[in-house]
């Protein structure tokens, strides 16, 4: 099935730093990406809609300069974290839709972030 | 309002029990209903899709009304192994996946 590879699955860092979040369609491409944020306990909350080719969107709330999408081929986006803090900490994770609505989205496996 | 609400839970039931969730959603635009799995510190994974004329999967059904807008889920004989997080989630053609706030079930034993 339709796979979405998502790097690394977790990663410490020091604050102040900038951490890169990267998702690749493996057997597919995924002209769309979305990018969830998820704190504990909570749901997923769409952070970012990510268009091959094209700026991302982000919704309302999300500082754009703070969480840079690059969505530059078919198959890769990634997400980068800038100037992490502590609130920043959290589950992020990038999901895909399928080419038919019966299939869904799949989701990469997620990154957990943790800035200390 | 939210675009798409879940039951609160969380859900402690005995093993075999039956056990149902529902979500409402908010947009008449939705067009695709999908209930999720999840497990701790993982990433949703698919469970079922949902349709109008309602969805069958071994233990699991699926429902979608359209009129009152809500999706349920319905777990018959329900496992220790069903223990998660479940997420309702509906998006239109081109839209983001919304999700609701998940529902926490514990099957206990």
């Known amino acids: 099935g339709a796979v979405v590879s998502q790097h690394p699955s977790w990663v410490i860092c020091k604050s102040g730093t900038s951490v890169k979040i990267e998702c690749r369609s493996l057997d597919f491409q995924a002209t769309t990406m979305f990018w969830y944020r998820q704190f504990p306990k909570q749901s997923l909350m769409l952070m970012a809609t990510s268009n091959e080719g094209s700026k991302a969107t982000y919704e309302q709330g999300v500082e754009k300069d703070k969480f840079l999408i690059n969505h530059a081929s078919l198959t890769l986006s990634t997400l980068t974290v800038t100037s992490a803090h502590p609130e920043d900490s959290s589950f992020y994770i990038c999901s895909a839709k399928l080419g038919h609505e019966v299939r869904g989205y799949t989701f990469g496996s997620g990154t957990r972030l943790t800035v200390v | 309002r939210k675009e798409v609400e879940q039951d609160p839970g969380p859900f402690n039931v005995p093993e075999g029990a039956t056990v149902a969730f529902n979500c409402t959603y908010s947009n008449s635009a939705s067009q695709s209903f999908f209930w999720y799995r999840q497990d701790c510190r993982k990433e949703p994974k698919l469970l079922m899709s949902v349709y109008s004329s309602g969805n069958e999967d071994g233990r699991f059904t699926a429902q979608l009304n359209r009129a009152s807008q809500y999706i349920s889920l319905l777990i018959r004989d329900s496992k220790l192994s069903d223990s998660a997080t479940y997420l309702c989630?509906?998006?239109?053609?081109?839209?983001?996946?919304?999700f609701g706030s998940g529902t926490q079930l514990t099957v206990l034993p």
């Open positions: 989630g509906g998006g239109g053609s081109a839209r983001q996946l919304t």
